[in-house]
């Protein structure tokens, strides 16, 4: 085990590495060298005028945004001498699952290719280059014929993975904790608890002010939103990422939400940004990759025939096709369970040397995956600033989704956590579902894959998607999931099948998340 000082000393050191090799260290360099020009730098005191000109001068509040950033994204770190699958995935039979799930995926898509005789991945003519270009802006117009095309695998494909994960170390003995767990995942991992979670989400509590309630605090809701809506200017003024996180747990105003996110997520959209951006659209003109079908499919499938984002389609394409060129997503896979997948220059299977990862990002799109972007183009018209925020929510969020880990943000934990909260505090809903074959996780498994995004109004989602950033966590996902159960519970303790079980909860969209998650937590009794 690592000592509070040695673990210190080694996030510190791995924070400078991976600063040193950002665009900010060669900023601040730069900067540094432009002061020498100024007449208070003083020879004598160099390094402390130095250091007070980046503090005066705004650089010094980039750098902390930047650290806290990293402190944010990057897991604690390990023993030196623990080998990198640990880092990605403490639990050996987790990471076999997940190797097992990925194989699965790449015979998908590998028999899909063969079936169409397509090639993973092709140069477009200059014909086709000119055409696309000219039609970026309105790539939704184009209709073309994906119906030999099918997604990958869908929630419920990742479900019967889920309910067949083991602990073989726990398989044979006869400890009755968690034999006394009913619900469809048995694999033994600690989850909070009702006092745990008011703990946790304590903002939430009844007598705190929340802007998205009208009465939820003594304070009358116009006062208490002029205010925040004035601490809110004042943290965007300060540019402090952790002041920005901590602020919205009591509600982010919607005016404001924009810059907030972008400042907790550390998206500056600079000039060099930009470009990078147009880097990744240049790519998507030059290459043609069978996952851009897949990514058109499932866009048509999803958001198209949504009636909050149908008129983003375009932007969609464009985000989508160029975060599957983007090699930088690659570095999450240091803390993410899941091996960007791999594919071989043709005629060179199984030599290391002609490997190349693919798609270039190491992420396959699976049904809905575009549902992840749609809710963010209500916030960002700009593409650049746009695909940004999407790409950070990703690589701190979104991907624990649809990976098979134990942490606590991973879609294991969180069906665990939403079965457990209904078994102990909805105790005979839950055995009613189960015995009419309605377990519950088989409907709320979905809602919690796409973060909700596609089941409640935009206006909801975006608040549910604020607590996500504001307490650096997925497992509000969980507790909505179950709070939407309990709100629903005398029409489903009726049902007597999965299909009428589903028909009482096919609408979500009228749902106020903020009320129900209270209620749930802090007005139930538990």
């Known amino acids: 085990m690592l000592g509070p000082d040695d673990g210190l000393s080694l996030t510190i050191a791995q924070i400078v590495q991976r600063l040193k090799a950002s665009g900010l260290h060669s900023q601040l360099e730069r900067q540094a060298q432009l002061s020498l020009h100024r007449p208070e730098i003083k020879l004598e005191s160099l390094k402390e005028d130095i ?11 980039k750098l902390q945004n930047a650290v806290y950033s990293e402190l944010s994204v990057y897991p604690s770190p390990c023993h030196p001498l623990a080998p990198p699958e640990h880092i990605k ?27 169409l005789g397509i090639p993973l991945a092709q140069k477009r003519s200059v014909n086709e280059q000119n055409e696309l270009l000219n039609k970026w802006n309105e790539m939704g117009t184009d209709e073309p014929d994906l119906s ?11 479900l019967e993975v889920l309910m067949n994960l083991r602990n073989p170390n726990y398989e044979n003995s006869e400890q009755p904790s968690f034999r006394n767990h009913l619900g469809l995942i048995q694999v033994p991992l600690k989850v909070k608890d009702i006092p745990e979670l008011k703990e946790y989400f304590s903002e939430l509590d009844l007598n705190t002010g929340q802007l998205d309630i009208d009465d939820s605090a003594q304070v009358p809701p116009e006062l208490f939103e002029n205010e925040h809506i004035r601490i809110g200017q004042k943290v965007l003024t300060e540019q402090d990422s952790a002041a920005a996180r901590q602020y919205i747990r009591q509600g982010c105003p919607t005016s ?7 400042l907790i997520l550390n998206v500056s959209n600079q000039p060099e940004d930009v470009l990078y951006y147009e880097q990744l659209k240049s790519n998507v003109i030059l290459h043609d990759l069978l996952v851009d079908s897949l990514i058109y499919k499932d866009v048509k499938l999803t958001a198209s025939n949504d009636d909050y984002y149908f008129v983003f389609e375009d932007y969609l394409y464009q985000v989508l096709l160029c975060f599957s060129r983007d090699t930088s997503v690659l570095q999450h896979f240091a803390y993410n369970s899941a091996t960007p997948p791999k594919s071989y220059i043709r005629g060179k299977l199984g030599m290391e040397e002609y490997a ?3 798609p270039p990002n190491g992420v396959i799109p699976f049904h809905g995956f575009s549902m992840y972007v749609a809710p963010l183009c209500f916030l960002y018209p700009e593409p650049s600033k746009l695909y940004q ?3 950070e929510i990703y690589v701190r969020y979104f991907f624990r989704l649809h990976s098979i880990s134990s942490h ?20 005979q809903l839950f055995y009613h579902l189960r015995e009419i074959g309605a377990q519950p996780l088989r409907i709320s498994l979905k809602w919690m894959v796409r973060a909700f995004s596609g089941y409640l109004a935009t206006d909801q989602l975006l608040l549910l998607w604020d ?16 709070a939407v159960f309990a709100f629903r519970a005398v029409n489903l303790m009726e049902v007597t099948s999965l299909a009428a079980a589903e028909a009482v909860l096919a609408d979500l969209s009228t749902l106020k998340v903020m009320p129900l998650l209270q209620i749930f937590l802090f007005a139930t009794g538990t």
């Open 89 to 115: 995935e403490s639990l050996a039979y987790m990471r076999k699952a997940q190797g097992n799930w990925e194989k699965r995926i790449l015979k998908s898509l590998n028999s899909m290719c063969t079936e």
């Open 389 to 391: 925020v999407f790409r």
């Open 356 to 358: 190349v990862f693919y």
């Open 467 to 482: 607590r996500i950033l504001a307490y650096d966590s997925l497992e509000i996902l969980a507790v909505l999931a179950a």
């Open 408 to 427: 606590p943000s991973g879609i294991v934990s969180l069906s665990l956590l939403f079965e457990t909260l209904l078994q102990t505090h909805l105790p």
């Open 148 to 158: 030999l095309f099918r997604p990958v695998y869908a929630p419920k494909d990742f």
């Open 51 to 61: 250091k007070g000109f980046l503090k005066t001068s705004g650089w010094e509040k």
């Open 256 to 262: 404001l939400r924009a810059e907030l996110w972008a």
